[in-house]
């Protein structure tokens, strides 16, 4: 069966790890017709947009993308691009797991960890204010009348909306992935004892809805003492289920716990289309230099692979890229080594080519 998968090199970096991706995925012999799409600073400049709506409605057709990290201008009037795909494609959940990798040093071992994070509501919702517009002007009188709250006059304001409807479909999601992939406990990281009407209702839903799910042990905890006990002992988590923001936080400190951005794979899934990405940003900083790991983004393509139903094909990039790093003789510089990132993406090709997929 062939599989139409868009390709979005993305910016910086981007383009440099999606090449030695697409060398590994395809040495797993699964068909894949790749329909390579710009967004980006490269579609600005092509197609006079960040994300071209061609883009867009080229992910809508093949229902599932994998994309390279995406710089977001700075300046006004830009959106994130990473923002814009989730909204506007209602990729409500993000998967982002965390495991310690063989020969990579760390101060922690055996760590296997899965943030699940709500990706569509919370203060990344994008309803913000700027300071001394009317809109912020008049929204400090309405909060005035109806609460009596005092918003200083050179305040910006960005809202938290957290519903539960929002909160529902998480919640399911990180419950039903435990049971698929068996995990076996879901931690609620939350601070609904501060805000409680936004919190509140993620936790009260994680609550209500867990009783549905009677084989998973869940728990909640503080977010300030979540992250204390994940740099402490993260061995004691499995699937941890966060907001938007929390998450987007947490994941990132689990990837320093397991040697760092350039390992960590994403998937940003909803019910029709499944978008798939590193969890670092274009890494301006070693751009063109041809030495990022692309190891982030091929562990990336393992999970979609998966999610097309290519368990087998998989299992195979997975294997790889324990074998490789355990081998310890290719690596890039993020991992101490001397390797490019084509160099380690032929030798993860040659890998996965050699184990018998089929
Ligand atoms: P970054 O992740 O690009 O870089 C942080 C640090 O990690 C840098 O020192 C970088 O060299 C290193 N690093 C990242 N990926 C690496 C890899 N694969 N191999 C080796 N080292 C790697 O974060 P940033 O500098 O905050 O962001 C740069 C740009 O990326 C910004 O424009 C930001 O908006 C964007 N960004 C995009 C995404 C996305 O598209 N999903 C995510 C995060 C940031």
Redesign the pocket.
């Known amino acids: 069966m062939t599989h139409r998968v868009v390709l979005i090199p993305?910016?910086?970096?981007?383009p440099e790890?999606a090449t030695a991706t697409r060398l590994v995925l395809d040495a797993t012999g699964v068909d894949v017709a790749w329909e390579e799409r710009p967004a980006?600073a490269a579609a600005l400049e092509s197609h006079g947009a960040l994300l071209p709506e061609t883009t867009l409605e080229a992910i809508r057709e093949c229902r599932t993308a994998i994309?390279?990290?995406?710089?977001?201008?700075?300046g006004e009037g830009y959106r994130?691009?990473?923002v814009a795909l989730r909204q506007g494609l209602d990729l409500f959940a993000a998967v982002r797991p965390a495991r310690s990798l063989p020969g990579v040093r760390t101060r922690h071992h055996d760590v296997d960890l899965v943030v699940v994070r709500e990706n569509t509501e919370d203060l990344y919702r994008g309803i913000e204010f700027a300071r001394g517009t009317p809109e912020a002007m008049a929204l400090r009188g309405e909060l005035h009348d109806l609460g009596g709250f005092e918003i200083p006059e050179d305040a910006g304001i960005t809202l938290k909306p957290i519903s539960v409807s929002g909160a529902r479909r998480i919640v399911r999601f990180a419950f039903e992935y435990v049971r698929a992939n068996r995990r076996r406990k879901v931690t609620v990281g939350h601070k609904a004892n501060v805000m409680r009407y936004s919190d509140g209702i993620f936790l009260e839903t994680a609550r209500m809805d867990a009783a549905h799910y009677p084989d998973v042990v869940w728990e909640d905890v503080h977010i300030d003492t979540l992250s204390a006990r994940l740099v402490r002992s993260p061995q004691d988590f499995d699937v941890l289920l966060l907001p938007n923001l929390y998450g987007d936080i947490l994941s990132d400190l689990c990837a320093g716990l397991v040697g760092?951005?350039?390992l960590i794979p994403?998937a940003n899934i909803g019910w029709e289309y499944a978008v798939f990405?590193?969890?670092?940003?274009?890494?301006?900083?070693?751009a063109g230099k041809g030495?990022?790991?692309?190891?982030?983004?091929i562990l990336s393509g393992s999970m979609m692979l998966r999610h097309l139903g290519e368990l087998r094909a998989a299992d195979a990039v997975d294997r790889a890229v324990d074998e490789v790093l355990g081998r310890g003789r290719v690596r890039?510089?993020?991992l101490g080594g001397r390797a490019s990132?084509l160099e380690m993406g032929e030798e993860l090709a040659n890998e996965v080519a050699s184990a018998d997929v089929a």
Do not use: C, Q, R
């Open positions: 993305g910016d910086g970096i981007g790890v980006g994309k390279g990290p995406i710089t977001t201008p700075v994130s691009v990473n760092g951005l350039g994403g990405e590193p969890v670092h940003g274009s890494a301006p900083d070693i030495i990022a790991n692309p190891i982030a983004m890039t510089a993020d990132t």
